[in-house]
């Protein structure tokens, strides 16, 4: 009966909510699969020709091997597999030489059909074996440095599995094992460096992604008393499913009220209560993001449930709020080019220390993954050194999630609570901008009463 009742409620309610909110914010239009799939394609062959032979030869390394085998790819191969491919077929093999300056980077792939871009140099004809195919590409090439993925520090890095590697290294002659070495620092490259055509489509990808999570944390998907926490996740899931986009992870809805027996989000981010009623006076936050286009949004943000007679966020809320956004900047102010993230994390706790913000900062890359590779900025359980990925320092043209907590006591409440937010940013080199803005003050449900 409880769930008819939020049915029946919501869809009294859609036609006047949805426009209020379609006229304030119209939701970009989604791109069907053709025509995604084309786009990817362009992107891709874009950073295959301008980005990869920059980030060879900043790394050293003159030829690149990923071995995968089909629903076992490496992280990095399936960013490199055309739109078509949903996976890797039988074992695929890809090669990437730098023949210098001035000459376009070969592409290549060991396979009877050509891998997109990557032209077929596998002639069952001369060479029945795959590997001897390989053996006598990297013969004729004759590479000063052949990069393997493995990584002790970061796994999307470390893509080449056991059976693989000793594979490989059998077949090599003898003279070219002592050439081959990790290529853990290209892989991140690779993985983190955003395009110019990347940057053209990810500013609207996180607008997709802020209208979503704006549409959540209204009447659209809450009607208090009524709706719990559980159902707004799903809404969130269902939204994404009909707007025919993906989701990274599971998101999460949870509260903060003036109840003491509410849970404490001071003890733990792992223990959060699920199906909590949503009532008047809830400070309700969300964790979400999608996928578009390969790349990824990760966004938290909040919304308060006006109590009867009440217009606005209550004051302490607002400043708590504020606190947050000032840690943002306090964060985003430490970026420059070859800062590792400790460095980083330590240059603003030590800042926000100073301006008396109690807070936490765990913050990191976002670009074909969630959470990516790059140098990582804190993490939730560790606030002061961050070992391997904390170490990495900042290049230009990369994509951070900003995300951090502060700690604040709202008196009338008599209680501390913490002010979680995570927006989507890009470094340029010259300075750090958020793709899509941030949220600047709570939203209230209902919408300006």
Same mark, same amino acid.
């Given at each position: 009966?409880?769930?008819?009742?939020?049915?029946?409620?919501?869809?009294?309610?859609?036609?006047?909510?949805?426009?209020?909110?379609?006229?304030?914010?119209?939701?970009?239009?989604?791109?069907?699969?053709?025509?995604?799939?084309?786009?990817?394609?362009?992107?891709?062959?874009?950073?295959?020709?301008?980005?990869?032979?920059?980030?060879?030869?900043? =790394?050293?390394?003159?030829?690149?091997?990923?071995?995968?085998?089909?629903?076992?790819?490496?992280?990095?191969?399936?960013?490199?597999?055309?739109?078509?491919?949903?996976?890797?077929?039988?074992?695929?093999?890809?090669?990437?030489?730098?023949?210098?300056?001035?000459?376009?980077?070969? !592409?290549?792939?060991?396979?009877?059909?050509?891998?997109?871009?990557?032209?077929?140099?596998?002639?069952?004809?001369?060479?029945?074996?795959?590997?001897?195919?390989?053996?006598?590409?990297?013969?004729?090439?004759?590479?000063?440095?052949?990069?393997?993925?493995?990584?002790?520090?970061?796994?999307?890095?470390?893509?080449?599995?056991?059976?693989?590697?000793?594979?490989?290294?059998?077949?090599?002659?003898?003279?070219?094992?002592?050439?081959?070495?990790?290529?853990?620092?290209?892989?991140?490259?690779?993985?983190?460096?955003?395009?110019?055509?990347?940057?053209?489509?990810?500013?609207?990808?996180?607008?997709?992604?802020?209208?979503?999570?704006?549409?959540?944390?209204?009447?659209?998907?809450?009607?208090?008393?009524?709706?719990?926490?559980?159902?707004?996740?799903?809404?969130?899931?269902?939204?994404?499913?009909?707007?025919?986009?993906?989701?990274?992870?599971?998101?999460?809805?949870?509260?903060?009220?003036?109840?003491?027996?509410?849970?404490?989000?001071?003890?733990?981010?792992?223990?959060?209560?699920?199906?909590?009623?949503?009532?008047?006076?809830?400070?309700?936050?969300?964790?979400?993001?999608?996928?578009?286009?390969?790349?990824?949004?990760?966004?938290?943000?909040?919304?308060?449930?006006?109590?009867?007679?009440?217009?606005?966020?209550?004051?302490?809320?607002? !400043?708590?709020?504020?606190?947050?956004?000032?840690?943002?900047?306090?964060?985003?102010?430490?970026?420059?080019?070859?800062?590792?993230?400790? =460095?980083?994390?330590?240059?603003?706790?030590?800042?926000?220390?100073?301006?008396?913000?109690?807070?936490?900062?765990?913050?990191?890359?976002?670009?074909?993954?969630?959470?990516?590779?790059?140098?990582?900025?804190?993490?939730?359980?560790?606030?002061?050194?961050?070992?391997?990925?904390?170490?990495?320092?900042?290049?230009?043209?990369?994509?951070?999630?900003?995300?951090?907590?502060?700690?604040?006591?709202?008196?009338?409440?008599?209680?501390?609570?913490?002010?979680?937010?995570?927006?989507?940013?890009?470094?340029?080199?010259?300075?750090?901008?958020?793709?899509?803005?941030?949220?600047?003050?709570?939203?209230?449900?209902?919408?300006?009463?």
């Amino acid at each position: 009966m409880r769930s008819f009742r939020f049915l029946t409620t919501v869809a009294f309610c859609t036609v006047f909510i949805w426009g209020k909110l379609s006229a304030q914010a119209p939701m970009p239009g989604i791109l069907d699969e053709q025509v995604r799939a084309r786009v990817v394609n362009e992107v891709l062959e874009d950073r295959f020709n301008n980005l990869l032979p920059q980030l060879m030869r900043r =790394e050293g390394i003159d030829m690149w091997v990923l071995i995968s085998r089909e629903y076992n790819e490496d992280p990095v191969m399936k960013t490199m597999l055309p739109a078509e491919w949903l996976s890797a077929r039988r074992r695929t093999v890809m090669v990437f030489f730098d023949r210098g300056p001035g000459q376009e980077l070969e !592409k290549s792939a060991i396979a009877r059909y050509d891998v997109g871009l990557l032209k077929a140099e596998w002639d069952l004809n001369v060479y029945p074996d795959q590997w001897e195919a390989l053996v006598e590409m990297i013969k004729a090439r004759n590479p000063k440095k052949i990069g393997i993925n493995t990584s002790d520090t970061y796994g999307l890095a470390d893509g080449l599995v056991h059976t693989e590697y000793q594979l490989l290294m059998q077949k090599l002659p003898a003279a070219y094992k002592s050439r081959v070495v990790s290529a853990e620092k290209l892989a991140i490259a690779w993985l983190e460096t955003r395009s110019e055509k990347e940057m053209a489509l990810y500013e609207q990808i996180c607008r997709i992604s802020h209208l979503i999570v704006q549409e959540g944390l209204s009447e659209l998907a809450i009607q208090p008393g009524v709706t719990t926490t559980d159902d707004v996740v799903w809404w969130y899931r269902n939204r994404v499913r009909a707007l025919g986009l993906d989701t990274w992870f599971h998101p999460t809805v949870d509260v903060q009220r003036a109840d003491p027996a509410n849970f404490d989000h001071l003890r733990t981010f792992s223990k959060r209560p699920q199906g909590q009623v949503i009532l008047p006076g809830d400070l309700l936050h969300v964790d979400f993001g999608i996928t578009y286009l390969r790349l990824n949004t990760d966004m938290q943000q909040h919304a308060y449930v006006l109590r009867p007679g009440e217009t606005e966020v209550p004051e302490a809320l607002k !400043k708590a709020f504020r606190q947050g956004n000032r840690l943002q900047d306090i964060l985003v102010q430490q970026f420059s080019t070859g800062r590792t993230g400790n =460095e980083m994390l330590a240059r603003a706790l030590a800042q926000a220390k100073a301006e008396g913000i109690e807070g936490s900062i765990y913050s990191h890359p976002i670009g074909f993954h969630g959470h990516a590779a790059g140098p990582a900025i804190g993490m939730w359980d560790n606030q002061k050194n961050v070992p391997g990925t904390g170490d990495y320092p900042l290049y230009p043209n990369t994509a951070f999630s900003i995300e951090l907590n502060v700690s604040a006591l709202i008196p009338e409440w008599n209680k501390t609570i913490r002010i979680m937010l995570e927006e989507d940013g890009f470094y340029d080199g010259k300075g750090f901008r958020f793709m899509d803005g941030r949220q600047e003050e709570i939203y209230t449900i209902p919408r300006g009463r």
